[in-house]
Nanobody
Framework: VQLQASGGGLVRPGGSLRLSCKAS????????MAWYRQAPGKERELVAD???????KYAEFVKGRFTISRNNVWRLVWLQMNSLKAEDTAVYYC?????????WGRGTQVTVSS
């Protein structure tokens, strides 16, 4: 299983970024997918998840600002992040539970700063 995340970068407060995660090695359409993040000195936390049939859930701190979506043909999951705040600064990880094991992508850094 490989999860390749991209799209991070430096953005000003109020700006937007779109993260992408390309999955390989799994029958993508059968799996729920998620985005997590980890800020320096903090625990990794769930940001949003999307089931294989497209149902979504969000952490309270991103509701109304972030949108998770997927394309099962392209084996991609996205995280559209709008109205970014300094506290959104973190490494963002793509996640899938495969064979009862957590599988993580390498992570992509998102820095929100003026």
């Amino acid at each position: 299983v490989q999860l390749q995340a991209s799209g991070g970068g430096l953005v000003r407060p109020g700006g937007s970024l779109r993260l992408s995660c390309k999955a390989s090695g799994i029958n993508f359409k059968l799996y729920d997918m998620a985005w997590y993040r980890q800020a320096p000195g903090k625990e990794r936390e769930l940001v949003a998840d999307i089931t294989r049939d497209g149902s979504t859930k969000y952490a309270e701190f991103v509701k109304g600002r972030f949108t998770i979506s997927r394309n099962n043909v392209w084996r991609l999951v996205w995280l559209q992040m709008n109205s970014l705040k300094a506290e959104d600064t973190a490494v963002y990880y793509c996640h899938v539970m495969f064979a009862s094991n957590d599988r993580w992508g390498r992570g992509t850094q998102v820095t929100v700063s003026s």
